[in-house]
């Protein structure tokens, strides 16, 4: 297990050093100088020079990528053209809304997920197992940030229940986890849509299995065969996905974002854009593709560890 | 069999006989504003109503079906032109270090979602259409190069093939003669479910500015305008929305349908 994880754990860092290569060479040849976009269209070229300095622009490229990257593994993201804030701390702020968004909706899913597709398989081919299918049908189809309006109007709008949008801070606790609710339902449905079809699917396969017949025969009902000892058998598919959504989870969540005016990752990504603040973008999409890689590393390790023959053959 | 395929290729048809006929008539005049007749609900002289410049919102959505099914079309024609050949180069290189890097840059390029790509190419070259084509042509990438792969993979040890390495065909040609043909079906279904979420990513990409810009009407866009309206005018965010979950449900079942009349085998596992 050991040298399966350190193997997984070089390719881990070989990923990175290429992604952050390429995120680096893009924004590179990205066209306009943040210098003279900070200072405005009247700027002395002199003064422009001097800003370039002061922010690093006039060095060599190489020694640029090897501060950036090497900045980024301890922690020091740079400073932001705009703000002049350290890009670090303004990451940091976005992410206690960005970050606990994903986590919320990817237990969402999950929740929803488990009984809908267990239930489903329970009930293969009738009527319960169509209805919950026609639902996961829709549930892929269903934009989440066109859902998330539907949640405002009638829950926001209608019922009041919840505000339209906006976030409390974490000062107060029980206003914030209510704040990110209905954001999180709305990137939450379509994952546990596609979540209960890959469970279903994978519980009907292990249907057929011996062992499944054998707690049948012993007198297990077949929703109590699949839930004692057919769940876990099907749980590699599943980790998969749930793996591969909690990507899809924060990168979903910068468009949900813009929805409910939450001040997370996205509303920091969208205005760095706008303002050619290059060193916010690099810093932030390199941590999405982080977060990404890291999943699925992390995703890797589990599978091992729950099917033990996937160590040797990797 | 056919009661997913025949609701998914009508659903399908109608979006597309829409956008085809946006472009000799529409209800309305999408480029025309008028202000007076802003946010009418649905009547018979506005089928789907106004939105908050007066303009027809049937219209709008046929024209901007033009947009959603142009992006998603030739962000799968990127996935296929470049995801296929990969793969099958892959999986004829297999136990060479080439199939190695294949696979490895195709994990690299799978830790970029869309919206990241569509993030980092609007850094550089401003929003526009032709940023969501790409965005979403590149993560297509490694879906297909997978999918391809794994699938010609099973292939190769296979008699047909052995018998035509003994004829003396070279990799290449056994790829394009005998793999390429007998995983079609499956890139076709592949396809169908690629080209569905590419009409999703293309609305998302536009809702938050990164696809298309002004005046080209798309869904996202329609959606994005109509959000601050939701309250007084619900209808202007309900129609494109529905017009795209319609789409998607078609494209859904229509990838569902054919997968079944295509590989029978594959119907058991359906997910």
């Known amino acids: 297990m050991l040298t399966y994880a350190l193997r997984r754990l070089v390719s881990l860092a070989l990923s990175l050093a290429v992604a952050s290569l390429v995120i680096f060479l893009v924004v590179e040849v990205a066209p306009g100088d943040p210098a003279a976009y900070m200072l405005g269209t009247g700027a002395q070229p002199d003064t422009i ?32 053209y705009t703000y002049r804030a350290p890009v670090a701390q303004m990451v940091a702020d976005r992410l206690w809304v960005s970050l606990p ?112 017949r054998t707690a049948r025969a012993k007198g297990l009902t077949r929703f109590e065969a699949l839930w004692r ?33 939450l001040p997370g990752l996205g509303r920091l990504i969208f205005q760095a854009i706008s303002q050619r603040d290059l060193i916010v973008v690099e810093s932030v999409v390199m941590l999405l593709v982080f977060a990404v890689i890291l999943v699925t590393f992390l995703t890797d390790l589990a599978y091992a560890w729950v099917d033990p023959r996937l160590r040797r053959r990797a | 069999m056919t009661f997913r395929l025949l609701p998914g290729a009508v659903l399908t048809a109608i979006v597309v006989l829409a956008a085809l006929i946006s ?84 994990d690299l ?35 297909f190069a997978r999918l391809t792969r794994g699938a010609a993979l099973s292939l190769w040890s296979r008699d047909f093939i052995l018998a035509a390495r003994m004829a003396g065909k070279g990799a290449p040609r056994i790829s394009a003669e005998h793999i390429l043909p007998n995983i079609a079906n499956l890139l076709i279904v592949q396809g169908t479910i690629q080209f569905s979420l590419g009409i999703l990513a293309e609305a998302g990409l536009s809702y938050v500015g990164l696809g298309a810009q002004p005046p080209v009407p798309s869904w996202g866009r329609m959606l994005a305008e109509a959000q601050t309206l939701v309250s007084i005018a619900p209808h202007v965010a309900l129609m494109p929305g529905l017009a795209i979950v319609l789409t998607v449900l078609g494209l859904n079942l229509l990838g ?16």
């Open chain 2, 256 to 271: 569902d349908g054919l997968r079944d009349v295509l590989d029978p085998r594959l119907r058991a596992v359906r997910t």
């Open chain 2, 23 to 106: 472009y000799v008539w529409t209800p309305g005049d999408v480029a025309s504003v008028d202000i007076a007749a802003k946010l009418q609900s649905p009547s018979a002289a506005h089928w789907l109503g106004t939105d908050q410049l007066g303009r027809d919102i049937l219209s709008m959505i046929m024209v901007g079906a033009r947009t959603s099914i142009a992006v998603a079309l030739v962000a799968v024609g990127i996935g296929m032109g470049v995801g296929v050949p990969l793969g099958l180069a892959a999986a004829a290189l297999r136990d060479t270090w080439l199939d190695d890097v294949i696979m490895r840059g195709n």
């Open chain 2, 109 to 143: 390029v799978f830790a970029f979602p869309s919206l990241v790509i569509a993030i980092l190419i609007t850094a550089i070259a401003g929003p526009g259409a032709l940023n969501a084509i790409i965005a979403i042509g590149i993560f297509n990438i490694p879906v």
């Open chain 1, 101 to 212: 968004l994903a986590l919320y909706a990817l237990a969402l899913s999950t929740l929803l997920a488990f009984p809908a597709g267990l239930y489903a398989a329970a009930r293969r081919g009738r009527a319960g197992d169509v209805a919950v299918m026609g639902a996961t049908q829709l549930g892929i189809a269903i934009p989440n940030f066109w859902f998330a309006m539907l949640l405002v109007l009638l829950f926001a709008i209608n019922l009041g229940w919840f505000g339209a949008g906006g976030f409390p801070g974490w000062e107060q606790p029980l206003a914030a986890i209510k704040a990110l609710t209905l954001p999180a339902v709305a990137l939450a449905l379509p994952q546990a849509a596609i979540l209960a079809r890959v469970l279903r699917s994978a519980l009907i396969d292990i249907l057929g299995e011996d062992f499944i």
């Open chain 1, 49 to 80: 020079e001097a800003l370039r300095s002061e922010l690093g622009l006039d060095q060599p490229r190489l020694e640029r990528y090897l501060s950036w990257a090497g900045g980024m593994l301890t922690g020091d993201f740079g400073t932001s």
């Open chain 1, 229 to 261: 000892h057919g769940l876990r058998n099907a749980l590699i598919p599943v980790l998969t996905i749930v793996g591969l959504q909690f990507s899809f989870l924060l990168a979903g969540a910068i468009i949900i974002e813009q929805v409910f005016f």
